[in-house]
């Protein structure tokens, strides 16, 4: 810096090494004054609006992204950070629209489609969710998230053989997440497939113990068998992730 002064190509270059290096304000501070003589400079912004964003100032964040909208509407992942943030906020009929407008620009853009059906299940617009999660499986035939998600709302649609091959799918793709081994044994119970459901029951019990998170109905995917104290342990864990969330 001493050797080349305060170019912006050096400033612009601090704060994103601040910002890798989970220094926050230190890179909010470097990009100020990157914008401060590049107004318009679209990296320094959307650097800034990360930073913001980790840092905890939600709202200097939003307040970035409505400018970084208006100087790149053309890109995708702006809109999809945008909305990101939006839903923290809480905003979510406008989290929605920034989804949408990032799919709109980039069809193939799975994860925007896997958001959008996040905010679709969590209003009770199940077919809609349904959609985009295929959507998004369509451009990422193994995704994880897009099969969990479509197997948890397809549950919650009471459309059980649908969901057993989604989460079926998704227990495929990453068998160590205990949700998805959850939402499988619920879905199993209800729909009375008893092949291997002992089998799995013993599994998330194991994972229980061990401090692992459990599934989305815990009581129900405990069987007869489980002791007292895993019945506690069970109701325990699940009662401080639904507070975290």
């Not at 501070?29 to 400079?41: D, Q, S």
């Not at 920034?98 to 199940?126: C, E, T």
């Amino acid at each position: 810096l001493k050797n080349q002064g305060e170019t912006v190509v050096v400033l612009q270059l601090l704060g994103i090494l601040e910002l890798q290096a989970g220094r926050y304000s230190e890179a909010v501070a470097w990009t100020t004054k990157v914008l401060a003589r590049e107004p318009a400079n679209i990296e320094a912004l959307g650097n800034q609006c990360v930073a913001l964003h980790r840092a905890g100032r939600l709202e200097d964040a939003a307040a970035g992204y409505k400018r970084l909208t208006s100087l790149a509407p053309t890109n995708p992942m702006v809109w999809f950070n945008q909305g990101h943030l939006l839903k923290l906020l809480g905003e979510r009929e406008n989290a929605l629209d920034s989804y949408r407008k990032a799919v709109k620009l980039r069809p193939d853009y799975a994860d925007a489609h896997i958001n959008i059906g996040n905010l679709l299940m969590d209003s009770g617009q199940f077919i809609a969710a349904v959609t985009a999660y295929r959507t998004a499986i369509e451009q990422a035939p193994d995704s994880f998230e897009a099969y969990k998600n479509l197997g948890l709302c397809l549950t919650r649609a009471n459309e059980l053989q649908n969901a057993l091959r989604a989460l079926r799918k998704a227990h495929s793709l990453q068998a160590s997440d205990t949700w998805v081994l959850g939402g499988l044994i619920e879905v199993q119970q209800k729909l009375a497939l008893w092949d291997d459901l002992e089998k799995r029951e013993a599994e998330l019990l194991k994972r229980l113990r061990t401090g692992r998170e459990i599934a989305l109905r815990p009581f129900q995917t405990l069987s007869i068998n489980a002791t007292p104290g895993d019945q506690l342990d069970c109701a325990t864990a699940w009662s401080q992730h639904q507070v975290a969330a």
